[in-house]
T-cell receptor
């Protein structure tokens, strides 16, 4: 079956760094996405990885290892507004998106 | 104004009632999607449409139907609502860029009593 795993909840301190992991098992791979979703709001696109390695975009970076079925989202210099859920999604071999349940990130002062 | 607009934003209804959720977009995208989101679960695809004449079932289409009235409009209907259809529903469009990321509407929270 197809499966995406990510931690349910994480807590971090304002100003710190946090890494949110995502592991996946899918029938084929055509890219991995990270989305941010604030409570009660729509998901918004953060990053896309299709090749192995690190993609950096400001305070956010996303890493992919296709051989390990693994990605992480790295958030630096955490701000209170980063409190949100972070959704990992994989585009499988049929170009269908498989979604993880999301990681709720709580930022404490 | 939002590029992807959903109406209504909140709706409470009773079992057996017919409900329509509407979605309109100004992004000019051909591909549109309806998802539902439940606590503790990933987004699940209900229906998707590649253009006005191309509509496809997603993984959880039972109990739902859709209509693509125009490139910009994609409606989701629950013909006879039941309590386990209580959820947050999102409409999305797909960008034409290399990544093809999704652009989501604000969501429609539906409660079926």
């Amino acid at each position: 079956g197809q499966n995406i795993d990510q931690p349910t909840e994480m807590t971090a301190t304002e100003g710190a760094i946090v890494q949110i992991n995502c592991t996946y098992q899918t029938s084929g791979f055509n890219g991995l996405f990270w989305y941010q979703q604030h409570a009660g709001e729509a998901p918004t696109f953060l990053s896309y990885n299709v090749l192995d390695g690190l993609e950096e975009k400001g305070r956010f970076s996303s890493f992919l290892s296709r051989s390990k079925g693994y990605s992480y989202l790295l958030l630096k210099e955490l701000q209170m507004k980063d409190s949100a859920s972070y959704l990992c999604a994989v585009r499988d071999g049929d170009y269908q998106l498989i979604w993880g349940a999301g990681t709720k990130l709580i930022i404490k002062p | 104004d939002a590029d992807v607009t959903q109406t209504p934003r909140n709706r409470i209804t009773k079992t057996g009632k017919r409900i329509m959720l509407e979605c309109s977009q100004t992004k000019g995208h051909d591909r549109m999607y309806w998802y539902r989101q439940d606590p503790g679960l990933g987004l699940r695809l209900i229906y998707y449409s590649f253009d006005v004449k191309d509509i496809n079932k997603g993984e959880i289409s039972d109990g739902y139907s859709v209509s693509r009235q125009a490139q910009a409009k994609f409606s989701l209907s629950l013909e006879s609502a039941i309590p386990n259809q209580t959820a947050l529903y999102f409409c999305a469009t797909k960008g034409a860029g290399a990544s093809g990321e999704l652009f989501f509407g604000e969501g429609s929270r539906l409660t079926v009593l």
